[in-house]
């Protein structure tokens, strides 16, 4: 047993318990984190990768969650510049988009107009994107405009039939770097972030719990943070052995990756007639990626995975806008993850809140937080409010301060981008201009400690393809708990995308052979 009593032990390795270890390490209390695989190995890197508000939740009324996602989106957005960037929404109108019938918006106006039947007017869509815009006070991005499709670029790839769309911003961001910065952050200030550290159980011993775990011993903690994910009831039932009436809806979103489907940097937002929405969105440079799906998932046992039927749903639909007929074959990948919503008892899950909600737990002895929900937009001010429930606990506990105070790499100015390619390119001329941008959008102003002084690209070590280097694979083993080659292929970075199996097993025998 390790002799140190921890003030916090963390259970899990996503967004929501690498950003609460580094708000909680920030404000001086002592964090253990154990995650039972790679950070990020679950729903934390299958999103569709936006900070975005929500522009449908407001149909739901969730007036609270869109108006703090949109305060979030600039706020984050400073904070990392170099793994979040804003981006141009393009929403084509047509007369036939429809409301999902489930929504208190369709109901309210099934009953006041019935004779929209279902129908989203343009007045509404207009309504909903000037609340968009005014909500969250908006400062960098721009506000929404007015877009002639049969005249601009952004109409060129759609069916003639789209003549108006409305452009409006929200941003992009790397999911599961996000998630690797925070849990950097939090080592830096003093957290013990362990990877592949499975808890098999967790129990009250007095005013502590003991938390028993595979490979790294047992640990005592004044207070356990359950930041289970989808195993969120597993923990709280199987690990803690605690009785509990909450309960959480698993939610499947599946996305598919093609070649790029159209030139301009802008993404599109479908609506079906359906009720339903996806997103189709400029990714890695040379791909499109099209989501998400909603469906109920079965069981957190079972891992997520695009079916046929959620694969040609979303074909189906993208073929609704594009001229460029779409099939199976040209889907290069496919990702999907399972998001743990709160169990409000919606009819559908379209319908379930996408709202965080912290419940904590004492039964007389040392306290547990539960952390049910989220999305990653508001992953920053989840992790303040879960503060505010540590802090009953630890009554000398400082104020908030992660606000506008950047994460590894992000200490440039957000009108920076084009000043520090500059600087990269100038000193390494030897890189390309894709690889300048794949670098400078992965590490920012790290960039020039992961290649370091490197006068050639011979000086960045052996080179595995899609311009991998030893270079980059050693920082990321030292710096980013890399140690398969899964880890940086599909979550430090995407580069699975663009090699073969030799080149992938070469990088598993680098990774292995160094870390002997």
């Not at 189709?280 to 891992?303: M, N, R, V």
């Not at 802090?391 to 994460?407: D, N």
Request: proline share 3%.
């Amino acid at each position: 047993m390790s002799d140190k009593t921890y003030d916090l032990f963390i259970i899990g390795g996503g967004i929501n318990g690498c950003g609460i270890a580094r708000d909680a390490a920030g404000r001086g209390l002592s964090v253990a984190l154990a995650e039972m695989n790679d950070l990020a190995s679950a729903t934390s890197s299958a999103s569709t990768k936006l900070f975005h508000g929500g522009l449908r939740y407001l149909e739901y009324f969730e007036f609270r969650l869109v108006k703090e996602a949109l305060e979030e989106r600039e706020t984050l957005l400073r904070a990392m510049p170099h793994i979040s960037w804003p981006m141009r929404f393009v929403l084509p109108y047509h007369k036939d988009m429809r409301f999902d019938s489930t929504t208190p918006t369709s109901k309210l106006l099934t009953t006041v107009m019935p004779w929209m039947k279902g129908r989203r007017p343009a007045w509404l869509i207009r309504l909903g994107l000037f609340l968009y815009d005014n909500l969250g006070g908006r400062k960098i991005l721009p506000a929404t405009s007015t877009v002639d499709l049969t005249t601009a670029p952004e109409g060129g790839p759609i069916e003639d039939r789209f003549a108006k769309a409305y452009e409006y911003s929200d941003c992009w961001v790397q999911d599961s770097r996000l998630v690797v910065l925070n849990a950097r952050d939090a080592e830096t200030r003093g957290a013990k972030i362990m990877t592949r550290t499975k808890v098999t159980s967790a129990r009250r011993v007095g005013d502590l719990w003991e938390v028993t775990t595979e490979g790294q011993g047992t640990f005592r903690a004044k207070m356990l943070v359950n930041a289970g994910g989808p195993w969120v009831m597993d923990v709280i039932q199987g690990i803690a052995g605690i009785n509990s009436s909450e309960n959480v809806r698993l939610v499947r979103g599946s996305h598919i990756v093609t070649k790029r489907l159209y030139d301009h940097d802008k993404c599109y937002f479908f609506q079906g007639t359906d009720g339903r929405i996806i997103f189709a969105i400029p990714y890695e440079q040379d791909y499109t990626l099209i989501g998400t799906t909603d469906a109920d998932h079965s069981s957190f046992d079972e891992k997520p995975a695009c079916s046929d039927e959620e694969r040609d749903y979303l074909i189906d639909f993208a073929n609704g806008y594009f001229k460029q007929e779409l099939t199976a074959e040209d889907v290069v990948w496919t990702y999907s993850g399972v998001r743990p919503l709160y169990n409000d008892g919606a009819s559908s899950a379209t319908a379930a809140t996408r709202d965080y909600v912290l419940r904590v737990n004492r039964d007389g002895g040392a306290p547990i937080l539960n952390v049910f929900g989220g999305k990653i937009t508001t992953y920053r001010r989840l992790a303040e409010s879960a503060m505010e429930e540590i802090g009953a606990f630890f009554p000398e506990l400082p104020g908030k301060w992660t606000t506008g105070v950047p994460l590894a790499g992000g200490d440039f100015a957000t009108d920076g981008v084009e000043a520090l390619t500059a600087q990269i390119s100038e000193r390494y001329p030897f890189l390309d201009a894709k690889e300048v941008q794949r670098l400078l959008r992965t590490y920012g102003t790290e960039v020039f400690d992961v290649l370091a002084g490197a006068q050639s690209r011979s000086d960045l070590g052996e080179d595995f393809g899609a311009g991998i280097t030893a270079a980059e694979l050693d920082w990321a083993k030292d710096k980013e708990w890399v140690t398969t080659a899964e880890d940086f292929l599909w979550r430090r970075t995407k580069l699975g995308l663009r090699l073969n199996a030799d080149q992938v097993a070469r990088i598993g025998a680098y990774l292995e052979t160094s870390a002997q």
